[in-house]
């Protein structure tokens, strides 16, 4: 059995991600999960648990949520609550990984970056779908709204991929320290790309960029939007990609629900994860009353050629992303065995 550290797993994604791994390795691994969880959403995600600590000193909540597919059996474990935020320590989280014939305990993985990594991972798999990696037709702009993990990991793999196309990137945030310290972080890795920070009370400033984004990553737990309608290109033109992450409860939204409500009149389809899922958690799509004959889920979209059915007059798609424990599964399961192999720094018990 092996414990793989966070930083054991930053350790192998930053030596082993390439535009080329990316797209023939690691999109493709993530593609397989999702695809084996179609073919039986409860039998292979059954429902998870969710619990309130019993100790009288603790105000966090447990999430246990369980995996047993025919290739990944295992457990994700998070936790989460005030206390837990006033700290500065957010969810924490752990992933098992059980021989998926014998039972045996393979691996105990800290979930803190495979989470986000998979995350930002599930959002490109719908994004190199319907704007490949060569295409011409996309602004040369990224936003994102966010400054955590899952913001880092989404704009990293978005520039990999689209490196030379993409020049700038803006980063929001409510507060504009947290924003400028992402910034600074990404600098180091692209000197090839321009970084901006910006507070949401920059609109005047922010506003041109996000008309100029081909990309724009929703990553901000969100109770009222932060990506307004009118911020949006309306030029037919250019392709343009929202991928929403971010809230994960009804009450939650990221994108302006004016917006929701015109996709849902023409039309539209959004890309999720899982109908199911994003039906019961995702702000957006229960606010604005869509049903699951008006998703379409990852998988169904490596099915078709043709994306007019999730892209708008105005040549923007909407994809939403709660994630399923089978998503950490098989990227853990995948990270563990090339650990493994490679004798990365991990520790044998």
């Known amino acids: 059995m092996k414990v793989i550290r966070d930083h054991d797993v930053k350790a192998f994604l930053n030596k082993e991600l390439t535009k080329e791994s990316i797209v023939n390795q690691f999109l493709p691994v993530l593609a397989r999960g999702l695809s084996s969880y179609a073919s039986n959403p409860n039998g292979i995600v059954p429902p998870r648990t969710v619990q309130p600590s019993n100790n009288s000193e603790s ?24 206390s837990n ?29 495979l989470t986000a990594f998979r995350t930002a991972l599930a959002s490109v798999l719908g994004l190199t779908r319907v704007l490949p990696v060569d295409s011409e037709t996309t602004l040369p702009e990224l936003c994102v709204f966010g400054v955590g993990q899952q913001a880092y990991w989404h704009v990293k793999l978005a520039l ?4 030379g196309k993409i020049s700038r990137v803006s980063i929001l945030n409510r507060t504009l320290k947290n924003a400028e310290r992402l910034r600074d972080d990404l600098v180091k890795e692209f000197v090839d790309v321009d970084f901006e920070a910006f507070s949401f009370e920059d609109e005047e400033k922010f506003r041109p960029h996000i008309e100029n984004s081909g990309i724009i990553f929703g990553c901000t ?24 992450i971010g809230s994960y409860k009804p009450n939650m939204i990221e994108l302006d629900l004016d917006f929701m409500h015109h996709l849902k009149k023409d039309g539209v389809n959004v890309i999720v994860d899982s109908k199911e899922h994003t039906l019961h958690e995702a702000g957006e799509l229960i606010q604005s009353g869509y049903t699951s004959n008006q998703l379409i889920e990852l998988h169904e979209l490596y099915d078709v050629e043709d994306f007019n059915s999730v892209t708008d007059s105005y040549g923007i798609t909407v994809q939403k992303i709660v994630g399923l424990s089978i998503m950490d599964l098989c990227m853990g399961k995948y990270i563990y065995d090339k650990i493994g192999e490679n004798a990365v720094i991990v520790n044998d018990f």
């Open 85 to 113: 935020n006033a700290k500065g320590l957010g969810f924490q989280g752990s992933v098992i990984i059980l021989n998926e014939i014998t039972g045996e305990l393979d691996a105990v993985i800290n979930a803190a970056c």
């Open 59 to 82: 105000d966090t909540t447990h999430v246990f949520m369980p995996c047993i597919s025919p290739n990944e059996v295992g457990l994700k474990v998070i936790t989460g609550g005030p």
């Open 221 to 244: 737990p969100s109770t009222s939007a932060v990506i307004k309608q009118d911020y949006l290109n309306k030029n037919p033109k250019f392709k343009k990609f929202i991928s929403l």
């Open 160 to 163: 990999l991929l689209y490196r």
